[in-house]
């Protein structure tokens, strides 16, 4: 439009006429623009001459307005081929009702001499050149002539610079395109910072940025600049659809004023549609990227904890066969000492805990070994509060010596469950032990099991020193401890953690820095496809 506003004023001032008129078609677009000189029309010899300056009007209109030029509607010049010289061009002594002109140069207005020129634009493309004045016989034969030789030469102007702007169009939405692979492409983005980056970027391929804003859509989350107008308050709004495997995960959104709607020419809207199509095959692949790169992490997380689990057994098969013979010794002898009648009862009771507590050590080793050669486990109906007081017996002299004051809160209402005793005993026992090693200066440990529809919740909860967020994301780790090589090996809750996903049960992990521990472990009514070999018998674990 600028270009054809330029050119008009040039063959005004080159052709001395009081108005210049360009009408341009392309496809089913239309392009009106006209200046009007200072001479506006006025009676020849008025006092008005020359005291205006010129002025430009321009229009764009389109068949699907309603507003058109008949002149250059279907059958192109039709209209007025018949009043053309054989050169193209023709006087007139007043101006063609079939011709619409640009804006206000419309208005009606007396016209005693005008000359039609029209040329063609390459292909598709055809244009009219409308010179007026209100002055009679003004315009000669030989001017006629020269007005087509430059219309024509208008025409292969007009096509270059419709080639130009192809070129600008193209260039800006490669070099958008290009720098969105680019956000796409920085390793350390997270998928959120990516995509508003990418949302901010896409306004700069469209023809007026500053009009255009931009969103995308992933998984019902939205990203994009927030302070540019909202898509909702924009007048037109276009997108693609993003599919990730065959599936609809979101979409990129285009929105333009009316201002920039208007802006857009047919050229502007396929290099549009072609930015939306690579953006959203960007956003697929950085899509897929992403959840490859935590596959593998996971896969890798999950080699590491195998790779450990086989250490693990390695150490287990080495210790238990140390181990396993002199606790085997001690409950044995303990059992003999209990048939001496001289005993006293406390002593009774002493030799009972210590039979007890070998067995117990006896059984951890030989479930450790079980555990990193991932043997079954001993499915059989158990009663989660009586194995619940059976591990705290375990670990009731630990927690005298350390000050700590266990609570005990069992629901009655808690259901039997399938499950592996011994297993779930362990659990219990190692959480109180890892709460035990939180509470330096003593506390008070809060035990509790808790009926839930799916089965039953075990929490434990300490006052301690709690954990970081780092603690907490590493503390079911294999070897992973914060405590010193007196105090713990970093086994205990791992062994929790495989236990528990054997029952196909869950762990939940609240902790506060200075405020203490809180884990939580849910257990189901039983583990997938268990089978029972007998009822909880109770006792201590054989």
Request: proline share 5%.
């Amino acid at each position: 439009m600028e270009f054809l506003g330029l050119v008009s004023e040039s063959f005004m001032a080159f052709s001395e006429a009081d108005a210049v008129d360009v009408c341009l078609r392309e496809r089913d677009r239309f392009f009106c623009v006209g200046v009007v000189g200072p001479r506006t029309f006025v009676p020849e010899g008025s006092a008005a001459e020359a005291v205006k300056p010129p002025r430009f009007a321009s229009g764009c209109c389109n068949a699907a307005d309603g507003v058109r030029c008949p002149a250059l509607l279907e059958g192109g010049l039709a209209c007025v081929r018949p009043l053309l010289s054989a050169r193209g061009s023709q006087v007139l002594g007043g101006k063609p009702s079939e011709i619409r002109l640009a804006g206000s140069n419309d208005a009606a207005c007396e016209v005693k001499s005008t000359v039609l020129s029209p040329f063609a634009v390459g292909e598709g493309a055809q244009g009219l050149m409308m010179l007026r004045t209100s002055r009679s016989q003004w315009f000669t034969a030989e001017q006629t002539e020269l007005y087509a030789s430059l219309a024509g030469l208008l025409g292969v102007a007009v096509a270059q610079q419709s080639a130009q702007r192809k070129v600008q169009v193209r260039a800006r939405e490669l070099g958008t395109l290009y720098r969105v692979a680019r956000l796409v492409s920085f390793p350390d983005a997270t998928l959120e910072q990516t995509l508003d980056r990418v949302a901010r970027a896409l306004p700069s391929g469209c023809p007026e940025p500053e009009h255009t804003t931009a969103r995308i859509v992933i998984d019902g989350q939205t990203y994009g600049a927030e302070e540019r107008p909202s898509v909702s308050s924009m007048s037109s709004t276009v997108s693609r659809d993003v599919m990730i495997r065959g599936e609809n995960r979101g979409s990129v959104q285009l929105a333009f004023t009316s201002d920039a709607e208007h802006a857009a020419d047919d050229e502007s809207l396929a290099s549009i549609s072609r930015l939306l199509a690579g953006v959203a095959r960007q956003i697929t692949t950085l899509v897929c990227r992403l959840q490859l790169h935590a596959s593998n992490v996971s896969s890798q997380r999950l080699l590491r904890h195998a790779d450990r689990l086989a250490t693990v057994g390695t150490l287990a098969s080495g210790l238990g066969h140390e181990l396993t013979e002199p606790l085997t010794a001690i409950v044995g002898f303990t059992e003999l000492l209990h048939k001496d009648s001289s005993l006293s009862e406390q002593a009774k009771k002493d030799l009972d805990r210590i039979e007890c507590a070998s067995k117990h050590a006896r059984e951890i080793v030989r479930r450790l070994m079980l555990l990193a050669r991932q043997s079954p486990a001993g499915w059989q109906e158990l009663e989660p509060n009586r194995v619940v007081e059976e591990a705290l017996s375990f670990v009731e002299q630990r927690c005298i010596s350390r000050s700590v004051q266990v609570s005990c809160a069992l629901d009655p209402a808690v259901p039997v469950i399938v499950g592996d005793r011994t297993q779930i005993c362990q659990v219990v026992v190692n959480l109180v032990r890892n709460a035990v090693q939180a509470m330096p200066d003593g506390g008070e440990l809060q035990v509790q099991t808790r009926a839930v529809c799916s089965g039953l919740v075990i929490s434990v909860k300490d006052c301690g020193v709690g954990m970081s967020e780092e603690v907490r994301a590493r503390v079911f780790e294999p070897f992973f401890t914060t405590k010193t090589a007196r105090e713990g090996t970093g086994l205990g809750l791992a062994i929790v953690h495989d236990i528990v996903s054997l029952h196909g049960g869950s762990i939940e992990v609240e902790s506060v820095p200075g405020a203490g521990t809180t884990i939580s472990v849910s257990l189901p009514l039983a583990p997938p496809g268990a089978t029972t070999r007998g009822d909880d018998a109770g006792g201590h674990p054989a």
